[in-house]
């Protein structure tokens, strides 16, 4: 049994596209550019063998830094899946065969589009034919070499968008992935942003429905996003399980809280930034009183979610206690809100 779910590593905040969805795009004059010191990966290495998950994505473009390869394969090494997540425009052989190589267990692919016309205006200046055959030269690589690498395709649904979302569906089915699944942009720092979110409503839900359906068709498997706001006990992004550290050895609860901006930049959303792993042990930072508490708002959720569902049978008085269970829970979520850092966030609202 290993300590934590996930560990999330960002490798690098440099990117090569300019997403309208992007944190990136949106404070870019105060952006920081950088890549993980490679001199520093020893620092935590030791974290990524604790986990069940090494996932490799952050604000920028994972393949931008130079040894992406290196950081795959000192990861794999500790015994612990590694996964990728790329919007594939650097996917070229040269580093597909390199990712391969290193044994990456997962990697998915970020697109915004099922045609080129969409596609480049959410994600400019990308081509996705070029990320398509990108896609197609990496399965056939991990083919001929014989490796297990599972392929997913990811794609960020908005309001611009989901129209496309049954097309994306049959074009994974057309390149063989593995996986198709449907993310919400649910980080939202300026009003830009929030106007780019996926809205409830009658052509939301025909939508999914179509996606849905086609996946079915076509035997592709799909997970669709939820679009209709639930507050959650705890979010996705669990910080009960899941650690993440950034480019420059940031230790955060989750990606959302921790932007690489330059100091001083103001109007940015909240951090929660419990120390840096190139400076200090991480069981120093976990077991501080900052970041207990932080951990502890989100343990008394859960632990109450639990106990108030368990043991609900299929009879007239489980049906009782499942009716009147969201109401309660609701109170109590009122009483023991989430810490301040986190009571925006779409995610927990299970978007």
Known sequence: MKDFLVLQIEPSTCCTLRCPTCPRTAFAQHWENRHLPMDQLHRILPLAARAEMVQIQGWGEPLCHPSIAAIVEAIQQTGTRCALTTNGSLLDEKRSRNLLTAGLSQLTVSVSGATQETHAALRPPSD?????????????????????????????????????????????REYKMDDCLAINATYLPTPDHERQYVRPGLGTKWAGLRALWTSIRKAQNYISARVQPVEQAVCANDPLQCVFVGADGSVSPCIFLQLPLKPGCSGHPPFAIMGNLFEEEFDTLWNHTLYGQFREAFQVRRDFHEDLYKGIDNCSEGRRRLLEAPAIEKTFFDKHPVPQSCRACAKMNGL
């Open 128 to 172: 996705l034919s070029a990320i398509m055959k990108n896609i197609r030269r990496f399965r056939e690589l991990a083919k001929e070499s014989g490796a297990a690498c599972q392929l997913t395709l990811s794609f960020l649904q908005q309001d611009k968008n989901i129209h496309e979302l049954a097309a994306v569906v049959a074009m994974a």
